[in-house]
């Protein structure tokens, strides 16, 4: 929750101006699965001093607004498309990539680096997790979001929408837990210095799929649940 009523948190920051996202993950500040913290609070778990961020986030200001887009002004519709076509297909073709290269590393190099295959069960314990919650996402949430959206509630297998949202939020969670074990054990996917092609692709696709995944879950946990949560109080009338 928010820890104070005036502060805005950081995945509040981060939906309202979508640029921050850069100074947030440049400190390490987690504002997708941790999102609902301040920004001092943020701070300090990620060990950095919140005037250091707050001098970057006002040099960010100074700048030319970059032309990206406002997810909390654009239709319901269009956002869960873009999740859809970005991001859902970006991890599925991620996570197999990943599982192929880490197989590679561990059979050429897992006997004389014992690291490597703890790694890999990381990554079969990320991929293991968000199968499942993207097809709950596409199947169950998205479907009821876009009838929301639509003015035309479908019959769904919940009370409310708050049920699912809880319950990716949780999975949200997880994944953020297994992203920073898999980002401390890689010392920031930093392959050692005589690691192979194979090895540096390995480490460099699952940054990438951090940095995504961070994206990903900053749009739904901070734009799309309360959003959908707001549609179905108006199409109900009730909040
Ligand atoms: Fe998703
Ligand atoms: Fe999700």
Not at 159 to 165: D, E, I, L, Q, R
Request: net charge negative; charged share 25%; hydrophobic share 45%.
């Amino acid at each position: 929750m928010n820890e104070t009523q005036s502060e805005p948190t950081v995945g509040e920051m981060a939906a309202r101006q979508p640029g921050t996202t850069r100074i947030f993950e440049r400190f390490g500040i987690d504002y997708c699965c941790h999102g609902r913290h301040t920004l001092e609070a943020a701070c300090a778990s990620a060990g950095v001093e919140p005037s250091t961020v707050r001098g970057a986030l006002a040099e960010l200001a100074a700048q030319p607004a970059p032309p990206a887009v406002d997810w909390t002004a654009q239709p319901l519709d269009a956002l869960v498309d873009h999740l859809l076509a970005k991001h859902h297909a970006f991890t599925r073709d991620e996570l197999a990539r990943i599982a192929a290269l880490g197989a590679k590393v561990v059979n050429a190099h897992g006997a004389k680096h014992p690291e490597v295959a703890p790694l890999r069960e990381l990554a079969r314990e990320l991929e293991a997790d968000l199968l499942p919650h993207l097809m709950k996402e596409e199947r169950v949430l998205f479907p009821y979001v876009r009838s929301l959206a639509a003015g035309e509630p479908a019959q769904a297998p919940f009370g409310s929408v708050a049920m699912p949202v809880r319950m990716m939020d949780r999975e949200h969670e997880a994944v953020g837990v297994i992203l920073a074990a898999l980002r401390e054990r890689t010392g920031g996917y930093a392959a050692p210095a005589d690691a192979c092609p194979t090895w540096r692709a390995w480490y460099d696709a699952l940054h990438a799929l951090e940095q995504d995944l961070h994206q990903h879950i900053h749009l739904e946990s901070n734009v799309l649940f309360p959003r959908a949560l707001e549609a179905e109080r108006a199409v109900f009338g009730t909040g």
